[in-house]
């Protein structure tokens, strides 16, 4: 075994070169230090207790644990193809990059995919194309109780606090939104001077914590929340039920982590552990929660007012629809996070398996509320790895009104997709509160590529649309897009799911929904009657 061997060769080689130093050549005092530098590392290996493979092979075994730190680039820059990288492939990161710098994003020689692959989806074009739009389409936010109704752009950036991303990194996010003429989600991290001090339309985001919002004891603060959202650059409001990368689970930042900025931006002491419950305070049953939404739009002055959700049980959403339709209380919109989203840490359990996608989920959400005769007051947001012209037109087809991008704007400022959000050691500054590692971001540079990149993903998306024959994003429909079923087959997304008739759930729900609707309830979350859950 090498554990026997190495350490005495080594010793037995260190002390011939002293021989050899004080003999012959102070030369050989070089080959002392190397020989006894790694004689004590092989003594140290064999006698150490955490690593096993240390201790069987001294010395070398520190390879593995080297090549292991080099693996994440070694796949991503040399094995990697530019079609399946996870969780953006290169091809999707290439085209992000050069549209943030001002490059078309353009390929040459065709597709790499493999079109006959069961799952494989494309959009049917025209022959009678039509010219796209100079202007970006504009989606109004704000249903009937809602007196400042907003125009959202088709691509916004999507919820990330301050203490995920760096100050830099949100003044960039910022000044691109406000240069674009796009909305910036604060994320639930709080309302910070950070997001403020560049002027860009922001969506308000608060999560069980109720960060920048909150009392001592860690409830709900109304005049807090009414004196923040009355600034001018808050545009929308939004409740956080849960994300779409972790949903169903809260989060805590040590006290090591919570610095006076981010004290002041969360309203937390500075030095003590800083906790988001896995669930809200201010409200336990869909009734309430409605009503919730109700006094967050009275105390933002009636801004739009909405939350954000990952889909889990559809009994859950169904019974929120019916609490709006006995209590006649509307959010403005409804902001529907894909599994497939993004997070600066979570459990591998969560990301990879809890929650439902963003086409299931978006698509239940929306017949839900064509169903129970709410659609047209309630606007559908997008979010989970939208990243490109087809991205938008997908979640379009699928239901929604606009889309919100995270990692993609992330990108855009700079990310390389390292994954070391969690660990403080962001090697470009994006995802860091380290100040020499975010001082490599700088904003003014950044700040163009996130203006260029969303100007430019939604004019893909305008071209697409063009390309189908229609006149803009509301004449999509499912029947457009198609989809692969298998080797011999494609069908359409209408011909795929049920897409439910304006009040068909008021009426008579379908077999596919009706015990779904008789077990949601206004009054709870669980399963009601003879859809209860054993």
Request: glycine share 10%.
């Amino acid at each position: 075994m090498l554990r026997r061997v190495v350490p005495p060769v080594l010793t037995l080689l260190t002390i011939a070169a002293v021989e050899a130093a004080l003999g012959w050549s102070p030369g050989w005092w070089i080959a002392v230090a190397a020989f006894g530098a790694f004689a004590a590392l092989a003594w140290h290996d064999v006698l150490q207790r955490r690593h096993s493979i240390l201790r069987n092979y001294p010395v070398a075994g520190h390879m593995r644990f080297l090549l292991e730190k080099i693996r994440p680039e070694i796949q991503q820059y040399f094995i990697e193809r530019n079609y399946d990288g996870r969780p953006y492939d290169r091809d999707t990161r290439s085209v992000i990059y050069e549209r943030a710098k001002g490059i078309h994003g353009e390929k040459a020689y065709g597709t790499e995919l493999d079109v006959n692959e069961v799952g494989y989806e494309f959009v049917l074009h025209s022959s009678a194309p039509r010219e796209p739009d100079k202007e970006q389409p504009r989606v109004r936010i704000g249903g009937p109780d809602c007196t400042q109704p907003y125009d959202m752009a088709l691509l916004n950036v999507s919820a990330m606090s301050f203490g995920a991303l760096s100050a830099n990194a949100i003044r960039a996010l910022n000044a691109g939104a406000r240069a674009g003429g796009f909305a910036h989600d604060t994320g639930e991290g709080g309302l910070t001077e950070y997001h403020l001090e560049n002027g860009g339309d922001l969506v308000w985001e608060i999560g069980s914590g109720y960060f920048g919002a909150r009392t001592k004891s860690g409830d709900f603060d109304p005049e807090m929340f009414r004196d923040k959202a009355a600034q001018a650059q808050v545009k929308c409001v939004s409740l956080k039920l849960s994300q779409g990368a972790k949903p169903g689970i809260g989060g805590v930042l040590p006290a090591a982590k919570v610095t006076a900025e981010i004290a002041e931006a969360r309203n937390v002491p500075k030095g003590e552990k800083c906790v988001s419950p896995a669930s809200h305070r201010v409200f336990h049953t869909p009734r309430e929660l409605v009503h919730f939404i109700a006094r967050m739009r009275e105390l933002a002055d009636g801004k739009p007012t909405g939350f954000k959700l990952c889909i889990g049980y559809r009994h859950e959403f169904l019974a929120i629809c019916k609490a709006m339709v006995e209590e006649q209380i509307t959010p403005d919109f409804i902001i529907v996070d894909g599994s497939e989203g993004g997070t600066g840490a979570a459990p591998l359990e969560y990301e990879d398996h809890v929650g439902m996608p963003l086409t299931d989920g978006l698509m239940t959400v929306h017949n839900a509320l064509v169903g129970a005769g709410l659609r047209d007051r309630i606007k559908i947001g997008a979010s989970g790895k939208v990243a490109t012209g087809i991205d938008i037109v997908k979640r379009l087809v699928q239901g929604a009104d606009y889309t919100n991008a995270a990692r993609a704007m992330m990108q855009a400022v700079g990310c390389i997709q390292s994954q070391r959000c969690h660990t403080n050691q962001c090697p470009v500054g994006v995802a860091t509160q380290d100040p020499q590692r975010a001082k490599a971001l700088v904003v003014a540079d950044k700040t163009t590529r996130v203006t260029q990149y969303q100007a430019a993903t939604v004019a893909q998306a305008q071209q697409m649309i063009a390309s189908l024959g229609l006149s803009g994003p509301h004449e999509l429909h499912p029947a457009m897009l198609m989809r692969r079923v298998d080797h011999v087959h494609t069908r359409s997304y209408y011909e795929l799911f049920d897409w439910l008739e304006p009040g068909e759930l008021l009426a008579a729900a379908p077999a596919d929904w009706a015990d779904d609707w008789a077990a949601a309830s206004p009054d709870s979350f669980q399963r009601h009657a003879k859809g209860r859950i054993e």
